[in-house]
Every structure is written in structure tokens, then in C-alpha cells.
């Protein structure tokens, strides 16, 4: 397991960056790993991200791609609701990246 | 899914050279490449299966934390397989080298590396068996091809059996017949002994032993899942389809596999399945126990893969249904119909499968009680009970990638062919040496799926790639079909990596747009939700 620091704590992450105990994560966290990459968290970041938390408490896994797409066009416009729009603000794709920056594990399998 | 790191470009990546080295393979150490292989499992999956040596440890590493005893643990597990499995010995025998594997593994093919001709990878587990366990191997040691089994052989076998997807290609081609994949399945057994797993298959593995499904979807996940997919459906034809979970008395079990739950592509596929069989007033049920064909336990071990399997025969009995209907996985199918009748015996609890519809009995499936949805399908419209309207898949130039376990495992070539030639009106074959029983792998099957390997699955797909971008070429495909869950997961990224402009799609994604449905508002979406050209939707 590899860690990474975080305001004098070690924080236990997997190889790939995502935190292995959902307790670790906290804002400061998050908007640290996005800075890490370069990248500043505005408000549109903050609503996928919370939107994921709060999803991920009720279903213990990270939505559907098409749900979250849905979500976002729901809260932020039907023009933002596209995976385009996504993958606008999180590069890397947000089945990947937004999910690490929420503190989320990664879904493995035929995915 | 995830995708640390980038490959190199194309362009860098096809510079293959096939020219072997000078030295003899057993001279030249392994180097572990990053890219090439895959992180190790946790720990925490290992506990949830109790299977043995759980600890942090990485490939990466000089230590990998064996147990002192770990040689001895190695040698007696090749002689307690030796002892169970005929096969494994007869293949380790009479193999005579001559190379007519060589050049038919994806890996070798897209890679370069002589320890991923089939032959020679065979030969890293056969030169520790010579040495241990033949009489020329203990006497003549090197000179008969038989070497000590150390920690860097050890590893050289690590690396290696996780970089074959067991998909049988070469076997095809093999004078003597024999099954390279069955050499590394038992090898990747022999390495879980030391808990050497790793974490894209482990953590599957304990997902599906918890919850039924590699994704570890929960019940109430699994409905909401679908809800939403029903909220899609009626979206785009008007009608509201019902469905129903853990239904007592329901003639038919329905799994599928469980990425076709959570991902894109996989979704659609499940939407057309499930409009499919509303339509024809289907008597099913889905379980929330078992909600999965796939078997990750199945790259691990086979007492793994059957502590797996035996949800789905289980919760079918609980339920009381007659029979189990499978949808589009891929080694679901290795598995219910070559190995689940040696494990347990035909379920004496099931009924022969017969078509409520057609009426067709489904003999092949007399012993496993289960059969594939591309049969039931293509027995529907061979019995002309759907209305289809082909020309809604107008705009897909489709080709057919064969899933090396539905193909080469159980033989099922004609009939998704059958069901997307009724359902589009333009399909083109990829050239002959690389489809129906000699298709080329994903590159990424076995569990082989991962982020952190990803130039190794861009090589190990090449072969494949290379075929689509024939076709593409040629006739303009744009849309590769497949019956595969991993296939779903992993061609996208292929085809992005060396073809872009070709998307992926499930056989029922085709079907489901096609699909006449009784009272459906006219149809202007297809099932991804995006308009159809000329039909009242943007050209």
C-alpha cells in the first residue's frame, strides 16, 4: 500500500492514488490530490464530487455513468448533462478521476 | 477502467521485432516492465475467501514476502495436480516443439516477446516439472530442458501467466491438441498457493462471494440500476416495462453479467433484453443473490471458481424456476459447458430447457440446464415471433468481433451472426483467419482488464484491432459487436488506442433498437439515447 501525506498524516491510498478507507477523505483532500494534478476544483468539480459521496453512501459503489450524466444535467443544465461536459472537467474521465478526488474505490470487473 | 499511466503511441507500439535473442531463454532473467503487468492483490480479498499468505507485497519489489516454505508448497502443488488432472500431465509430456503455436498468440504478435509464444511460456512450468519430476530432467538437468525452481523463476512465471488471457488461440493450432490454457490455469493456481494473485481479480473474487456479482451491487443497488435502464426505455418507445427480482415460481432464472449493470456499453445491451422480453411475455425473474455469469474465481482457482458458480445453481433452486437463462458474457460459457457438469452432475432440480414461446428444446443445454441468450434470440426470429424493423440500425456498419470463449468453448458462431443480419442491413465480416473459431483475444480477458497494464492489453489487442481496421477500411465499419462483458469493457479502449471513429455495442443493443414493440410511440432514439437518423430525429 502506498500513502501519500497529507497535513502531517499518512493516508493510506492504492497503487493508482485512490484512498483505501473512506473515513481518510476530507474537502481539504481532495481539492489537495486535484492540485497534485494541476487542476483547481470549482464549483461544477464540487457537485459531481457530492454528488458522488452522497450517492456512493446509499449504493456503496460509485453510479452508473449514465446516472451521474443524467444528475448533472438535472442540477447544472440540460447542456452541461453529456459525458462531453464530464470529461471537460475531469480529463481523465469521471469514472476515474472524479471518483478518486471523492474518496471513492475504484469498481473492478468486466468495467 | 482505470487507466494510470499512457501507453506509448501507436506508431512507437507497432515497431514489433520478432528476432529472438541470441542466448537460450533460460540465460535471460525476467525484467518487469511497467505496463506490462498488474498490481498485486490486497490482502483484505484474500481474507475474504480464506485463501492463503494474504500480505502487502508488490511485483515491483526485490522481496515478495514468500513464506520460507514456499518451494516446497510450489512442488507439491504440481504434484498434487499432476495426480488430479490427466491432462495437465499429458501436457506437460509430449509437447515437441514445433512451434506451430508461435506465431498464433495476440500477445507475441503485438508484443515480440519469445516467452509469449505459447510454446515457450508452457516451458517455463514444464522445465521446473522436468527437473522435479521426470527421471532425463533429474540426471541431465539443462541438457534435457529441466531447471531449479528459484524466486526468479518463480516470478518469471508470475509475469507471464498473467500475461496469457487463456484464450485458447494457439490450442486451435496445436498438432498434439494441446491446451495452453488449461498449462496456465493451472499455473495461476499454483502461484495463488502463495497468495500471488491479482487485486483486478481478487478484488472481483471476494466481491462476487459477498454479494453475488464482481461489482459487489448490492440488492437495492441492482434495482435501482435497473429502474433507471426502464426509465431510459420508456423514454424512448413509450412503454413501460416491468420486471421483477428474487420472483418465486418464475419459469426462468435470467444472469447476466453484472458489468452489463453499471457500464457503457453493457447497459444497452441489458435494455434491449429487457424490452426483448417484455415483448414476448417472457415468465422470468432476475436474482439479487446471484446476479452474475462472469467468474473471476475461474482465473484464480477452480475451487474458487466453484465456491462462485454455486450461487447461481442455488439460488435457481431456491427461486423454483424450470431453467436459467444467461445473457451475453463471455467465459460464462467456457465454464457452464465444459466444467459445471464435471463439478457437480446435471442439476437433477432443473428442467431440460425448452423456449416457452417456440417451443424449441435447448438439447445442448440438456446437462448445464442453461442456455445462452443469443440461442433463445435467434430461435424467436428463426420462428418469426419479432417484428423487427432492420433499418433503424441503418447508420452502423457493423462487423462481429467472436468472443474467444462462446466461440472456441462452446461453438456459438451462427447465431449472433443470424440475429444482427436481421437486425441491420449492413454487416461485413472480418477476413476468415481471424473470426469464429480463430478469433483474436480482446487482449484483455482472464482479468487481464486493468488500468496499470494497459500497454500490454494495447499489444495484446493488436491483432484484433488490426483486423477491424481492415474491415474499416474497406467498408466503412463503425461498429464492433460482441456477446462478452469484458469484450464491452475492454474494445472501447482498443479501438480508441488504434482505431477511433469505431465504437462497441452488445448483439441485444442492436436487436433492442430494431425490436417492434407492441404500442410504442414512434421510435426518433436509438437505446443510447441519441437520435436516429431519418427517422424524425437530426440526420
Not at chain 1, 497529507?6 to 490530490?33: C, H, P, R, T
Not at chain 2, 496469457?164 to 494457439?170: A, G
Request: proline share 6%.
Amino acid at each position: 500500500m502506498a500513502h501519500i501525506e497529507f497535513k502531517g498524516k499518512q493516508i493510506e491510498v492504492d497503487e493508482d492514488g485512490y484512498v483505501a478507507n473512506l473515513d481518510d477523505w476530507s474537502e481539504e483532500l481532495a481539492v489537495y490530490m486535484a492540485e497534485k494534478d494541476g487542476l483547481t476544483l470549482t464549483e461544477a468539480h464540487w457537485e459531481v464530487i457530492n454528488f458522488l459521496r452522497n450517492y456512493y453512501q446509499k449504493y456503496q459503489i460509485a453510479p452508473m455513468i449514465k446516472i451521474l450524466v443524467k444528475e448533472i444535467g438535472k442540477v447544472m443544465g440540460p447542456d452541461k448533462g453529456n459525458t462531453k461536459y464530464l470529461y471537460e472537467l475531469f480529463p481523465d474521465g469521471p469514472a476515474k478521476q472524479a471518483c478518486r478526488y471523492a474518496g471513492l474505490p475504484k469498481p473492478t470487473g468486466c468495467v | 477502467m482505470a487507466t494510470k499511466g499512457k501507453p506509448p503511441k501507436p506508431e512507437e507500439l507497432s515497431k514489433i521485432s520478432y528476432t529472438p535473442p541470441q542466448r537460450n531463454w533460460m540465460d535471460i532473467p525476467v525484467e518487469f516492465k511497467p505496463g506490462m503487468y498488474c498490481h498485486a492483490t490486497r490482502p483484505k480479498y484474500l481474507e475474504a475467501v480464506g485463501m492463503p499468505f494474504p500480505r502487502d507485497w508488490s511485483p515491483a519489489d526485490a522481496d515478495w514476502k514468500l513464506p520460507d516454505n514456499w518451494k516446497e508448497i510450489i512442488l507439491q502443488g504440481i504434484k498434487e495436480r499432476l495426480m488430479k488432472y490427466r491432462t495437465f500431465h499429458v501436457f506437460m509430456d509430449i509437447c515437441v516443439r514445433c512451434g506451430a503455436c508461435a506465431d498464433k498468440c495476440h500477445f507475441f504478435l503485438g508484443g515480440g516477446d519469445p516467452k509469449n509464444m505459447p510454446v515457450l511460456r508452457a516451458e517455463l512450468l514444464r522445465s521446473v516439472y522436468r527437473k522435479y519430476f521426470t527421471t532425463s530432467g533429474k540426471i541431465f538437468g539443462k541438457a534435457a530442458g529441466a531447471r531449479e525452481l528459484t524466486e526468479d523463476v518463480l516470478k518469471e512465471i508470475w509475469y507471464y501467466y498473467f500475461q496469457c488471457t487463456e484464450c485458447r488461440r494457439c490450442s486451435l493450432f496445436c498438432p498434439y491438441g494441446i491446451d495452453q490454457a488449461e498449462i496456465t490455469i493451472i499455473g495461476r493456481e499454483l502461484l495463488n498457493l502463495l497468495g500471488l494473485n491479482l487485486d483486478w481479480i481478487m478484488g472481483p473474487v471476494a466481491n462476487s462471494y459477498r454479494t453475488g456479482n464482481h461489482l459487489g451491487l448490492e440488492p437495492h443497488t441492482i434495482k435501482a440500476n435497473i429502474d433507471f435502464m426502464l426509465d431510459d426505455i420508456e423514454t424512448i418507445t413509450g412503454i413501460r416495462v416491468e420486471t421483477t427480482f428474487n420472483r418465486k415460481g418464475a419459469e426462468i432464472l435470467f444472469i447476466g453479467p453484472s458489468g452489463d449493470l453499471f457500464g457503457v456499453p453493457g447497459n444497452y445491451v441489458t435494455m434491449g433484453e429487457l424490452m426483448l422480453f417484455h415483448e414476448i411475455g417472457l415468465d422470468y425473474t432476475w436474482s439479487t443473490m446471484a446476479c452474475e455469469g462472469g467468474n473471476f474465481g475461474f482465473f484464480t482457482s477452480m475451487e474458487v471458481a466453484k465456491k462462485l458458480y454455486y450461487k447461481i445453481y442455488s439460488e435457481a433452486k431456491r427461486l423454483g424456476v424450470k431453467w436459467i437463462l444467461g445473457g451475453e458474457c463471455g467465459h460464462q460459457w467456457r465454464l457452464m459447458n465444459q466444467y459445471a457438469d464435471t463439478w457437480w452432475g446435471p442439476p437433477d432440480f432443473l428442467e431440460e430447457p425448452v423456449s416457452p414461446i417456440t417451443g424449441t428444446k435447448f438439447e445442448n443445454a440438456k446437462g448445464s440446464k442453461i442456455v445462452h441468450i443469443t440461442e433463445f434470440t435467434a430461435d424467436l426470429i428463426k420462428h418469426g415471433k419479432l417484428k423487427l424493423d432492420k433499418s433503424r440500425n441503418d447508420h452502423l456498419k457493423v462487423t462481429f468481433h467472436d468472443s474467444c470463449n462462446t466461440s472456441r468453448a462452446m461453438g456459438i458462431f451462427e447465431e449472433p451472426r443470424y440475429i444482427i443480419k436481421n437486425v441491420c442491413n449492413h454487416f461485413y465480416e472480418m477476413p476468415e483467419s481471424t473470426i469464429r473459431e480463430k478469433t483474436f483475444c480482446c487482449g484483455s480477458g482472464s482479468g487481464l482488464n486493468a488500468g496499470e497494464n494497459i500497454e500490454l492489453r494495447m499489444r495484446g489487442g493488436f491483432p484484433r484491432a488490426n483486423a477491424v481496421k481492415y474491415v474499416r477500411e474497406k467498408f466503412g465499419v463503425n461498429m464492433l459487436a460482441n456477446i462478452c462483458a469484458i469484450d464491452r469493457a475492454a474494445l472501447p479502449t482498443l479501438m480508441d488506442y488504434w482505431n477511433p471513429g469505431v465504437d462497441v455495442c452488445g448483439v441485444h443493443e442492436l436487436l433492442g433498437n430494431a425490436l417492434v414493440m407492441t404500442g410504442e410511440i414512434e421510435r426518433t432514439l436509438d437505446l443510447r439515447g441519441e437520435p436516429l437518423p431519418g427517422k424524425g430525429g437530426a440526420e
